[in-house]
T-cell receptor, first 116, second 116 residues
Framework: AQSVTQLDSQVPVFEEAPVELRCNYS??????LFWYVQYPNQGLQLLLK??????LVKGINGFEAEFNKSQTSFHLRKPSVHISDTAEYFC??????????????FGDGTTLTVKP | ETGVTQSPTHLIKTRGQQVTLRCSSQ?????VSWYQQALGQGPQFIFQ???????GRGNFPPRFSGLQFPNYSSELNVNALELDDSALYLC???????????????FGQGTRLTVV
């Protein structure tokens, strides 16, 4: 079984400032890692994913994340945020053994609010 | 925007009633997963359908059931609705099996169910 902990439920930040959204996971097996974004009244959109290889993963909209196996973390970062980045962000994991992204375990989300 | 469509977008039901939610998967995908997202929480995996069979289930009671049709569309049925069933229900479409690495799930916009 896996679990995901998003360490900050809310992150307020000013426009053009850098931001980091923190995610820790726990699993007895190897996992793939994902970050999704959810805008109000919409479904989830994949920002980026870590499958293997380089631990620094780049995604859409200028976001990137770093996989740290020893600390079981997958923190999401953006060097300069925009008002349009205001949304809910979810970290998720799925087992590598079954290679099935449709069966993912999600964290409870981090609300990113970008202020002018 | 993904090719995953869900209907209806909003629904109000009375406690004890039954409800059916529908999902059309993205073209070329053979797997549909259903998630329940309560207010302020991350999505919780309900179950997944692959080749018209249930392919894994989360911690949900049997009154949550589903179907997948030959065209890979799917239904989620919930019997004897309870107030706590009020949530956003998300459908995710993916490609699974054989040589395919199922490393990405595409989400629909969800159905907002309110039980009164």
């Amino acid at each position: 079984a896996q679990s995901v902990t998003q360490l900050d439920s809310q992150v307020p930040v000013f426009e053009e400032a850098p931001v980091e959204l923190r995610c820790n996971y726990s699993s007895s097996v190897s996992v793939y890692l994902f970050w999704y974004v959810q805008y109000p009244n919409q479904g989830l959109q994949l920002l980026l994913k870590y499958l293997s290889g380089s631990t620094l993963v780049k995604g859409i909209n200028g976001f990137e994340a770093e996989f740290n196996k020893s600390q079981t973390s997958f923190h999401l970062r953006k060097p300069s945020v925009h008002i349009s980045d205001t949304a809910e962000y979810f970290c998720a994991v799925s087992e590598t053994f079954n290679t099935n992204a449709g069966k993912s375990t999600f964290g409870d989300g981090t609300t990113l609010t970008v202020k002018p | 925007e993904t090719g995953v469509t869900q209907s209806p977008t909003h629904l109000i039901k009375t406690r004890g009633q039954q409800v059916t939610l529908r999902c059309s998967s993205q073209s070329g995908h053979n797997t549909v997963s259903w998630y329940q997202q309560a207010l302020g929480q991350g999505p919780q995996f309900i179950f997944q359908y692959y080749r018209e069979e249930e392919n894994g289930r989360g911690n949900f009671p049997p009154r949550f059931s589903g179907l997948q049709f030959p065209n890979y569309s799917s239904e989620l049925n919930v019997n004897a609705l309870e107030l706590d069933d009020s949530a956003l229900y998300l459908c995710a479409s993916s490609l699974y099996g054989g040589s395919f690495m199922n490393t990405e799930a595409f989400f629909g916009q969800g159905t907002r169910l309110t039980v009164v």
